[in-house]
């Protein structure tokens, strides 16, 4: 059983003698005008085209005059799609959604309907159905809400709004307003809202749905929206990127197979040309794909990144200044501000200015301007397409989840990031993502990036940049993670220069690695290591020469290559082949000093 209370709300403050003594402050009350223009526009339309399109707001009283519970909002009056006449089952959004309990849990209904009035299909009064239902050249999207037809009608577009995803009909059949269409030849899009997939029951429908319309001879498309909110709906999308935004959908909408919904795409890998893999930079920053580059707040990462753009504006790959095929980038950071920080630190670097574009956000088709997150990857794919760039850089991640995804969680972060990889490869452009590193000590280092270790295993290739614990006036910028290839080289900078004017001072190769840069109190642990490791070859060498492959094995394998090369020379290990093409092999040059040497440090 389900209780919804209909009681009004009230806005009365208590009495200063109920609250007590201390001062409260009420919070302040949005009024039924604003509320309706916001949450209007908030869904890609606007009250001025609502009014016009038979919308009525409504107070309490209001509210119980049409039949409705005695809440007030907005009365989205239905009308009969060709003779225009109003029908009874308009549904009613209110403004303070009624609380109620089922099953033990709290809820809260949106959308009332009149007493004992049918469910049925919206069709936006300011369309002409009469004329479209007869002409199969007509494209229209069924989707779930009356603010989602009237978001399409802003924009001249004919979406019919099912009640709800199971409003369609029942059986095989086909509500019956939907009869009156013509279908055989029509171009259909349906679009439900962002969690149809992940949605048994919403998934369910759409194929239900799907599968009545194929077999009246439509041409289904089954379109995704991006998952910017939990429930994104169409009119959602068109708020924040316009009907561009919606247009980026519908192109990438799949075909509905009419024999076997949800048909594999297979491809054999006989029939697959292979290719090689392309770097922006070589090893580090492949094409097609995404890469990442973490670190520290201001360890360098935002200097390595825009380095990367200004010596590949003018045609060089960093530190080997290996040449290249010019390129544009795409920047992407609320943290900068571009007249401050970027332009000055790019133009320092020598970067060619004209090469270089910064997205601040969106603009929405009524004028208004807003931030972005990776949800509105279609808006992300138009600037790239119109900047022409080859590499794209987010600085940081964080800033572009959007509130409603936990980035901890791998079942929200990696479908924004899939989607974004879609485009990097659709494109063949290089996308380079930074990231924090997360507080916490302990683990490998490929883990230390904030947020789900998913969001690391969606990139590449994967960069790390921090403070050299051998020389703290140093950085280091260490590649830690690579499916594709071989790492590249351990490589050391600074940052010289002050302020905005500061570039990066490339200083040679280097034997760090990330675990180096990620432990706590670098420094100590890596002197630490490399004491122990000195004592390991000592002891090891005492007796004689030894392969080193022999030497990394040992002691299980905890001592890397680079760490032993280090603690070798500082010992000076006498290094030599085995013959031509040999192992190689290392020893102590004095055998008495090494075990004399051995039992001193073993005190």
Same mark, same amino acid.
């Given at each position: 059983?389900? @209780?919804?209370?209909?009681?009004?709300? !009230?806005?009365?403050?208590?009495?200063?003698?109920?609250?007590?003594?201390?001062?409260?402050?009420?919070?302040?009350?949005?009024?039924?005008?604003?509320? %309706?223009?916001?949450?209007?526009?908030?869904?890609?339309?606007?009250?001025?085209?609502?009014?016009?399109?038979?919308?009525?707001?409504?107070?309490?009283?209001?509210?119980?005059?049409?039949?409705?519970?005695?809440?007030?909002?907005?009365?989205?009056?239905?009308?009969?799609?060709?003779?225009?006449?109003?029908?009874?089952?308009?549904?009613?959004?209110?403004?303070?959604?009624?609380?109620?309990?089922?099953?033990?849990?709290?809820?809260?209904?949106?959308?009332?309907?009149?007493?004992?009035?049918?469910?049925?299909?919206?069709?936006?009064? @300011?369309?002409?159905?009469?004329?479209?239902?007869?002409?199969?050249?007509?494209?229209?999207?069924?989707?779930?809400?009356?603010?989602?037809?009237?978001?399409?009608?802003?924009?001249?577009?004919?979406?019919?709004?099912?009640?709800?995803?199971?409003?369609?009909?029942?059986?095989?059949?086909?509500?019956?307003?939907?009869?009156?269409?013509?279908?055989?030849?029509?171009?259909?899009?349906?679009?439900?809202?962002?969690?149809?997939?992940?949605?048994?029951?919403?998934?369910?429908?759409?194929?239900?749905?799907?599968?009545?319309?194929?077999?009246?001879?439509?041409?289904?498309?089954?379109?995704?929206?991006?998952?910017?909110?939990?429930?994104?709906?169409?009119?959602?999308?068109?708020?924040?990127?316009?009907?561009?935004?919606?247009?980026?959908?519908?192109?990438?909408?799949?075909?509905?197979? @009419?024999?076997?919904?949800?048909?594999?795409?297979?491809?054999?890998?006989?029939?697959?040309?292979?290719?090689?893999?392309?770097?922006?930079?070589?090893?580090?920053?492949?094409?097609?794909?995404?890469?990442?580059?973490?670190?520290?707040?201001?360890?360098?990462?935002?200097?390595?990144?825009?380095?990367?753009?200004?010596?590949?504006?003018?045609?060089?790959?960093?530190?080997?200044? %290996?040449?290249?095929?010019?390129?544009?980038?795409?920047?992407?950071?609320?943290?900068?501000?571009?007249?401050?920080?970027?332009?000055?630190?790019?133009? %320092? /670097?020598?970067?060619?200015?004209?090469?270089?574009?910064?997205?601040?956000?969106?603009?929405?088709?009524?004028?208004?301007?807003?931030?972005?997150?990776?949800?509105?990857?279609?808006?992300?794919?138009?600037?790239?397409?119109?900047?022409?760039?080859?590499?794209?850089?987010?600085?940081?991640? =964080?800033?572009?989840?959007?509130?409603?995804?936990?980035?901890?969680?791998?079942?929200?972060?990696?479908?924004?990031?899939? %989607?974004?990889?879609?485009?990097?490869?659709?494109?063949?452009?290089?996308?380079?993502?930074?990231?924090?590193?997360?507080?916490?000590?302990?683990?490998?280092?490929?883990?230390?990036?904030?947020?789900?270790?998913?969001?690391?295993?969606?990139?590449? !290739?994967? /960069? /790390?940049?921090?403070?050299?614990?051998?020389?703290?006036?140093?950085?280091?910028?260490?590649?830690?993670?690579?499916?594709?290839?071989?790492?590249?080289?351990?490589?050391?900078?600074?940052?010289?220069?002050?302020?905005?004017?500061?570039?990066?001072?490339?200083?040679?190769?280097?034997?760090?690695?990330?675990?180096?840069?990620?432990?706590?109190?670098?420094?100590?642990?890596?002197?630490? =290591?490399?004491?122990?490791?000195?004592?390991?070859?000592?002891?090891?060498?005492?007796?004689?020469?030894?392969?080193?492959?022999?030497?990394?094995?040992?002691?299980?394998?905890?001592?890397?290559?680079?760490?032993?090369?280090?603690?070798?020379?500082?010992?000076?290990?006498?290094?030599?082949?085995?013959?031509?093409?040999?192992?190689?092999?290392?020893?102590?040059?004095?055998?008495?000093?090494?075990?004399?040497?051995?039992?001193?440090?073993?005190?």
């Amino acid at each position: 059983m389900v @209780s919804i209370p209909h009681n009004k709300l !009230s806005n009365k403050r208590k009495s200063s003698k109920s609250l007590g003594k201390s001062k409260q402050v009420t919070p302040a009350i949005e009024s039924p005008e604003a509320w %309706a223009a916001r949450y209007c526009t908030e869904r890609g339309f606007d009250w001025e085209f609502a009014k016009k399109s038979d919308c009525e707001r409504v107070d309490d009283a209001g509210a119980g005059r049409h039949g409705y519970v005695r809440r007030g909002g907005i009365i989205f009056h239905s009308n009969d799609p060709i003779t225009h006449q109003r029908l009874t089952s308009g549904p009613l959004r209110h403004q303070h959604p009624i609380p109620y309990t089922e099953k033990g849990k709290a809820k809260e209904r949106k959308f009332s309907q009149r007493k004992d009035s049918p469910y049925e299909p919206y069709f936006a009064p @300011s369309m002409d159905w009469k004329r479209a239902f007869k002409d199969a050249k007509v494209d229209m999207i069924l989707s779930e809400g009356p603010t989602r037809s009237l978001a399409g009608a802003k924009h001249e577009r004919y979406v019919i709004a099912l009640p709800g995803v199971n409003g369609h009909g029942s059986g095989d059949e086909l509500h019956a307003s939907l009869r009156r269409v013509i279908w055989k030849g029509r171009k259909v899009y349906i679009c439900f809202d962002a969690d149809a997939e992940s949605n048994p029951d919403v998934r369910h429908h759409e194929q239900a749905l799907a599968r009545k319309l194929a077999k009246l001879g439509a041409v289904v498309y089954i379109v995704r929206i991006p998952q910017f909110a939990p429930r994104a709906g169409l009119d959602d999308l068109i708020g924040r990127s316009g009907d561009a935004g919606l247009q980026l959908q519908l192109d990438a909408a799949q075909p509905y197979n @009419s024999e076997a919904a949800g048909v594999p795409i297979i491809e054999c890998v006989a029939d697959v040309e292979a290719r090689e893999v392309e770097y922006l930079w070589d090893q580090r920053l492949p094409f097609s794909m995404l890469s990442g580059l973490e670190g520290n707040p201001g360890d360098g990462k935002t200097f390595i990144a825009l380095e990367i753009a200004a010596r590949g504006s003018r045609g060089q790959q960093p530190y080997s200044k %290996a040449k290249c095929q010019p390129f544009n980038t795409l920047y992407m950071s609320y943290e900068n501000i571009t007249a401050i920080t970027t332009k000055q630190r790019f133009s %320092a /670097m020598g970067g060619d200015q004209k090469r270089l574009f910064v997205l601040n956000g969106a603009r929405n088709h009524d004028g208004t301007e807003r931030t972005i997150t990776l949800a509105d990857v279609g808006t992300i794919e138009m600037a790239i397409k119109k900047t022409h760039a080859r590499l794209v850089i987010i600085d940081p991640l =964080q800033s572009y989840m959007g509130a409603n995804v936990d980035s901890h969680k791998a079942n929200e972060t990696r479908p924004l990031l899939d %989607a974004l990889a879609k485009v990097a490869e659709r494109l063949n452009i290089c996308i380079l993502i930074i990231r924090h590193l997360a507080k916490s000590s302990g683990g490998r280092a490929v883990h230390k990036g904030l947020g789900s270790i998913d969001i690391t295993g969606a990139m590449r !290739s994967v /960069m /790390m940049v921090g403070t050299a614990p051998d020389e703290p006036q140093n950085r280091a910028l260490v590649h830690t993670k690579s499916n594709i290839g071989p790492l590249g080289e351990s490589l050391r900078f600074s940052i010289e220069g002050k302020d905005n004017t500061a570039k990066v001072a490339w200083k040679g190769t280097s034997e760090l690695t990330a675990a180096d840069l990620a432990a706590p109190d670098a420094g100590k642990r890596r002197e630490t =290591q490399i004491g122990r490791a000195q004592k390991y070859l000592l002891t090891a060498l005492a007796d004689g020469p030894k392969p080193v492959n022999a030497l990394v094995e040992g002691r299980d394998g905890e001592f890397s290559l680079q760490v032993l090369q280090k603690a070798g020379k500082e010992l000076g290990v006498a290094k030599s082949r085995e013959g031509e093409g040999g192992a190689w092999v290392w020893a102590l040059q004095e055998f008495k000093f090494a075990r004399k040497k051995a039992a001193q440090m073993s005190e």
